[in-house]
């Protein structure tokens, strides 16, 4: 069974560039996460997708950062304009479902650097 | 929301030594706890998990206990090896209701010493 694909896996932009990632879940994975990781810390949800519909992004920072998951299955995260502070590994997960004990199966991630 | 954190933050074990990582967790309602481990470069991977209504899980060298009225569970590995050096974390999950929302901690780094 194929993974959580992502790419890029390395990014390097300048500060107020904007930046596009994407990922492709597994198979028949109704749910898909954004996380972000920044050095030495836990990943933090960013945004979280059942099928093509939003279920939370209660934590993504709107007014630079937008995803989308077109038809339920790949999905786009961007960020626009980029913030020393984005300098992070951003991770894509996906699961079967949408309820508890739902194991979340994630992608290798994209390492972002803004400099 | 939900709030965990993970102790230590570094820990060096020699080879066949058992390692014990700690976490606690704020929200009483929180279900569902799993363990990930992260290799460099790579995404982290589900290596063990345990409900809430469950005190202990064992698989092989890798155990999870759970203790809800004190709010921690702690992973223990057993006969570490090399191969067990990554990057572990922990999280927590609330229930059904919210999604399968996961909060992580901040992440233990265990080197085994050959």
């Known amino acids: 069974e194929a993974g959580v694909a992502q790419s890029p896996r390395y990014k390097i932009i300048e500060k107020r560039q904007s930046v596009a990632f994407w990922c492709n879940p597994i198979?028949?994975?109704?749910?898909l996460y954004w996380y972000q990781q920044i050095l030495g810390q836990g990943p933090k949800l960013l945004i979280q997708?059942?099928?093509?519909?939003?279920?939370?992004d209660s934590q993504l920072p709107k007014d630079r950062f937008s995803a989308e998951r077109l038809k339920g299955v790949d999905s786009t995260l961007k960020i626009q304009p980029a913030k020393l502070e984005d300098s992070a590994v951003y991770l894509c997960?996906?699961?079967?479902?949408?309820?508890?004990?739902?194991?979340?199966?994630f992608g290798p991630g994209t390492r972002l650097t803004v400099l | 929301g939900e709030n965990v954190e993970q102790h230590p933050s570094t820990l060096s074990v020699q080879e066949g030594d058992s390692a014990v990582i700690k976490c606690t967790y704020s929200d009483s309602a929180s279900n569902y706890f799993p363990w990930y481990k992260q290799e460099l470069g790579k995404g982290p991977q589900l290596i063990i998990d345990?409900?809430?209504?469950?005190g202990e899980k064992k698989d092989q060298r890798i155990a999870v206990t759970l203790n809800k009225t004190a709010k921690h569970f702690s992973l223990h590995i057993t006969e570490t090896q090399p191969e067990d050096s990554a990057v572990y974390f922990c999280a927590a999950s609330p229930p059904e209701n919210t999604g399968n929302q996961f909060y992580f901690g901040t992440g233990t780094s265990l080197t085994v010493i050959p």
């Open positions: 345990i409900r809430s209504n469950v």
């Open positions: 198979s028949g994975h109704a749910t």
């Open positions: 997960a996906s699961s079967l479902g949408w309820g508890s004990y739902n194991e979340q199966f």
């Open positions: 997708f059942q099928n093509n519909g939003v279920v939370d």
